[in-house]
């Protein structure tokens, strides 16, 4: 009877079960499944964990909107959310990326496309091979697909390029399905009349941009030139076409990325005004990971993850600040990440995702055919270990490749519930593991997170966005990001 009592007493303001916290100073951050977050005093953390948070605690409306009153939960509202949140659930993989040659010209420093010298042979996609990819990336139940071209650098095998541009084009006309395409390039090999067939068929561009000329040369060694001016050459040259829109065909934006090596961790200013003086709007800051050759060269160019962390959070600090003068550009895994954490939308984030994107987000097309669950993947495969490998795409049905063991292996392994530290992780709503990661630095695919260097990463990013969101007049300059 006195147990019936005290629960009927506490009911009203019962916190849901699945709060998850992290203590900031003096501070209490507290998420829910449903991806809400509240800033917390000490006080009101402790009513709220006490169930005291009942209809005359001035926090009792705003907690309750977010989920965290159990008793006045709004299921339908909230579950709408959760859906919205997690509607990647019910498409199949969106991104197929096609390596078109495993040949480059450059030679850099933490090269993650296990790429081989530009004259390697027998290591290039035929024009009929990439054909055959395109069809099985039309089997994907996407209603939306994106085929990226990749290398090496995909400019060496013009031939397969233009082959499966020409069949995407023509298969999306019947199938139904919005078809993006995009080439990832460092642009050495772009001529005028490249850049025209791409731009009639409306393929966006991407390169890469490490800084400025001397930090980004010293990354992306070019022995044929020099690769900072070729990059900043034709990213004018495609920013010109896109303003202009004048030929009668839609021109995208160039957008360019950046990876950070060590040294680029005191070079944080440099490096966004070189962004902001070729135009570009985004910025996509990444961390190095110990993968490919990167892994060869960790003890020169690897860095900790605190080290990361701090640069991040210098970059965002900086960021905003040229934001407050006027200056338009935005931190992109920012964006992305706060979308989820103020707008409950999937931004097609793919390694930060529950379950991760490995196979069931995107598949990664070898240039002999071989279907691995992502780019991470395949190049586990060119190192010798085919453990990602999902198929063939000339043995294997779509049917056969969603259901082959590495996919459900990755599924299972990346979904954070699985994940001991995560489950209880107050970013869990917003995160995700990447088993290709855990498998090449920790030995397993679910690796342990407590030790793990991404997961350090991670927490940093997080804790680097929540302490700009707490911020009086940030929130505002943040969701433009988001929305823009
Ligand atoms: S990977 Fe790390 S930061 Fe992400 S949810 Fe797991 S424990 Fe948290
Ligand atoms: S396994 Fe890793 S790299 Fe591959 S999709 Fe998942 S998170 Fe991304």
């Known amino acids: 009877m006195a147990l019936k009592k005290a629960a009927k007493k506490t009911s009203a303001a019962a916190v849901p079960p699945q709060l998850l916290w992290k203590r900031d100073g003096a501070d209490f951050l507290v998420t829910n499944d449903f991806g809400h977050y509240s800033w917390l005093k000490k006080k009101d953390f402790d009513s709220l964990l006490a169930c005291k948070v009942g209809e005359s605690h001035p926090l009792f409306a705003a907690l309750s909107a977010k989920g965290f009153v159990r008793d006045r939960l709004d299921f339908d509202g909230l579950a709408a959310k959760w859906r919205k949140k997690n509607a990647y659930l019910n498409t199949g993989p969106g991104l ?12 850099c420093l933490y090269c993650q496309a296990a790429a081989g010298g530009a004259a390697a042979k027998d290591t290039d996609m035929t024009p009929a091979t990439a054909r055959k990819c395109v069809d099985f990336a039309f089997n994907s139940s996407n209603p939306g697909i994106t085929i990226e071209f990749q290398g090496g650098e995909p400019l060496l095998n013009w031939p397969a390029l233009t082959a499966a541009v020409k069949h995407a084009r023509a298969r999306a006309k019947t199938a139904g399905k919005e078809l993006k395409l995009a080439l990832v390039s460092n642009f050495s090999l772009m001529t005028e009349e490249k850049a025209r067939f791409l731009m009639e068929n409306e393929v966006s561009v991407c390169t890469s941009l490490d800084g400025p000329a001397d930090l980004h040369n010293k990354n992306r060694c070019f022995s044929g030139g020099n690769s900072h001016a070729v990059t900043l050459k034709w990213l004018k040259y495609f920013q ?11 021109v995208f934006k160039p957008s360019a990325l950046l990876t950070v090596s060590r040294y680029s961790l005191s070079r944080h200013k440099e490096i966004i005004d070189e962004y902001v003086a070729a135009g570009l709007e985004d910025i996509f800051i990444r961390p190095l990971a110990p993968i490919g050759y990167a892994r060869n060269l960790w003890g020169s160019i690897g860095y900790e993850a605190k080290d990361f962390a701090a640069f991040y959070l210098k970059s965002l600090a900086y960021i905003l600040k040229l934001n407050r003068s006027g200056v338009v550009i935005r931190e992109k895994m920012a964006a992305m990440m706060l979308d989820k954490i103020v707008n409950s939308r999937d931004p097609g984030y793919l390694d930060a995702r529950c379950p991760c994107g490995a196979a069931i987000g995107q598949i990664a097309y070898n240039y002999n055919g071989d279907l691995y669950t992502c780019d991470e993947g395949r190049m586990v495969g060119w190192e010798g270990d085919d453990v990602f490998k999902v198929g063939s795409v000339f043995k294997d049905s779509y049917a056969k490749v969603m259901a082959s063991a590495p996919t459900r292996a990755c599924v299972v392994s990346s979904n954070l519930e699985a994940q001991p530290d995560c489950a209880r992780c107050v970013y869990k709503p917003y995160c995700g593991v990447c088993p290709v990661y855990n498998y090449e630095v920790q030995g397993s695919l679910w690796g342990d997170m407590s030790s793990s260097d991404r997961c350090g990463l991670f927490k940093g990013i997080f804790g680097a966005l929540f302490a700009l969101l707490k911020k009086p007049g940030n929130e505002a300059t943040l969701k433009k990001w988001v929305d823009k």
Do not use: F, M, S, W
């Not at 197929?96 to 030679?107: A, F, G, Q, S």
């Open 96 to 107: 197929h990326i096609l390596v078109l040659t495993l040949r480059c010209n450059h030679k």
């Open 240 to 250: 010109k076409k896109n303003e202009a829109q004048a030929d009668g065909y839609r």
